[in-house]
């Protein structure tokens, strides 16, 4: 009996599915703009973002330049919003704000322009165009409403977003030096300490540039090793100067001595008193 009745309950509600489907598609069909007006904005009330965009989509070129534009717009660019189209509601985000600056949702859909390019921010591994395109949105955005009640919050996600172009690259650099492609390791660990001042990396970037002209130097032909033996003791330099009680201080004085023995100098020539070495 109970599983007659499941049978029956399903059926009903696929009655009511289709019937609710013929309804829509009539609607859809129909040449009267005004009756898929009213139900498009019905639909995006009821949370039924789908439809109202497919009628919407019907409509908007029928009442462009008219006293609807404005409000089918902000519900067509919602509706996107709502699905998770975030590429296309981004595009259309900026489009509404450039077509009604003056309006009651300018600042909001400033904001959201720029938050739908950081949800669809990918990993720091992959290319990172809609990050830097979201740093730049979140910067207008602050630019244009430093009042803002969203401004802090856009000012944790521009940190959030320029960390990962910071970890993508230090990750690039390491790479690099991982290939024994010491040359370009060491330009892009420059370009991540000058390109991101302050970067969480730098004293990692510092070392690595330390480790880069040490190993270059030692996989070099004699000809070429004292000059870079001689960039090993001033990238070291260079990293006890910006921190001078580093973490990696105790492996860096062991490239250092090995360079300085390399270049065959005895501790009265050496430019730098080493900590002592545990």
């Known amino acids: 009996m109970a599983g007659r009745n499941l049978i029956v309950f399903l059926v009903s509600v696929l009655l009511v599915f289709a019937a609710v489907s013929c309804k829509f598609q009539r609607i859809l069909r129909s040449d009267d703009p005004e009756l898929k007006y009213q139900k498009a904005i019905e639909y995006y009330e009821k949370g039924e973002y789908s439809r109202s965009i497919r009628l919407f989509t019907d409509v908007i070129s029928v009442y462009r330049g008219t006293a609807r534009a404005e409000k089918i717009n902000y519900y067509y660019t919602m509706s996107h919003y709502k699905v998770g189209d975030y590429i296309m509601a981004s595009h259309y985000f900026k489009s509404f704000v450039a077509s009604y600056p003056a309006s009651e949702h300018a600042e909001k859909f400033t904001y959201l322009s720029a938050y739908c390019k950081y949800l669809v921010s990918p990993p720091y591994s992959l290319d990172q165009t809609s990050t830097r395109e979201a740093i730049q949105e979140f910067q207008r955005f602050v630019n244009r409403y430093p009042d803002s009640e969203k401004v802090e919050k856009a000012n944790e996600i521009i940190d959030e977003l320029r960390l990962k172009l910071e970890k993508k690259r230090f990750e690039i650099g390491k790479l690099y030096y991982n290939i024994n492609d010491f040359r370009a390791a060491i330009v892009s660990f420059n370009n991540l300490i000058n390109d991101f001042p302050g970067t969480v990396f730098e004293e990692e970037a510092y070392f690595?540039?330390?480790?880069?002209?040490?190993?270059?130097?030692?996989?070099?032909?004699?000809?070429?090793?004292?000059?870079?033996?001689?960039?090993?003791?001033?990238?070291?330099?260079?990293?006890?100067?910006?921190?001078?009680?580093?973490?990696?201080?105790?492996?860096?004085?062991?490239?250092?001595?090995?360079?300085?023995?390399?270049?065959?100098?005895?501790?009265n020539q050496q430019e730098i008193i080493l900590t002592e070495i545990k």
């Open 208 to 267: 690595f540039i330390v480790k880069s002209y040490h190993d270059f130097a030692s996989m070099s032909i004699p000809e070429r090793q004292p000059e870079r033996y001689e960039k090993t003791v001033e990238a070291y330099n260079r990293l006890i100067r910006n921190f001078p009680e580093s973490k990696f201080l105790k492996e860096a004085n062991v490239l250092l001595q090995n360079a300085y023995d390399n270049l065959g100098e005895d501790e």
